[in-house]
């Protein structure tokens, strides 16, 4: 984390966190909740505290996506956030809490973050036809823009190019199977999407205590 929200943890300890403000989209945009006096106050008055669905919109200033990114981390509950200064602001993930670009002239990934992740650990593929990569940061699936020159990278162990398609039977079946990728090895199995979260020990939609609002 930078070193300016560090000093201002520890100058003041006590801010509240805020839920419900900060997005992670699948490709790796942050989304930012639009406040709307009228629609807020609906919200808080409805049945159940429900109301009109908040407005959301994409973080395009670079300098505010790299601020976010630097200082995105998780709790030990498995909850992700964002820490802004003093004050902790829980992301609601769309899918995982890492988004991977590949890069194919380097044979690496990328977090959307803007770190390299290293090596990947493990791969699944998931009911959806997204592939999910382990890298050191953690779970996250891969941009489906760079599908194909990603799956063009897998091999056996003797060096073989696999076909991507040959992968899901035996992987539907249960089985795993041991591939190459970029110079590692790695194993490759299926999963169910919804099993994410607990495979992973994440919590897509981190909620304040009950009783308490979003802010």
């Not at 839920?19 to 807020?40: A, E, M, T, V």
């Not at 106050?41 to 919109?57: D, H, I, L, M, Y």
């Not at 490759?188 to 994410?196: C, D, N, P, S, T």
Request: hydrophobic share 40%.
């Amino acid at each position: 984390m930078d070193e300016m929200v560090l000093r201002s943890m520890l100058k003041w300890p006590n801010v509240p966190a805020v839920y419900g403000w900060l997005r992670l989209d699948r490709r790796g945009q942050w989304l930012i909740r639009q406040p709307d006096p009228k629609k807020d106050a609906a919200a808080k008055t409805a049945p159940g505290g429900q109301g009109v669905a908040p407005r959301f919109e994409r973080v395009v200033n670079p300098a505010m996506n790299e601020f976010i990114g630097r200082n995105y981390a998780c709790d030990s509950e498995g909850r992700y956030f964002f820490q802004n200064g003093p004050q902790r602001v829980y992301v609601a993930l769309e899918y995982t809490p890492w988004i991977y670009r590949f890069d194919s002239p380097a044979q690496e990934f990328v977090a959307h973050t803007g770190a390299t992740a290293g090596p990947p650990k493990h791969a699944y593929i998931d009911d959806r036809g997204g592939v999910i990569v382990v890298c050191a940061p953690g779970p996250g699936v891969v941009l489906d823009r760079d599908l194909e020159a990603l799956t063009e990278g897998f091999s056996d162990l003797a060096g073989t190019r696999i076909d991507f398609g040959e992968l899901i039977e035996p992987l539907a079946a249960g089985h795993r199977v041991r591939v190459r990728l970029g110079g590692a090895e790695l194993t490759v199995e299926g999963i169910r999407a919804q099993e994410l979260p607990a495979r992973f020990g994440f919590v897509p939609r981190p909620a304040p205590p009950e009783g308490r609002p979003d802010c």
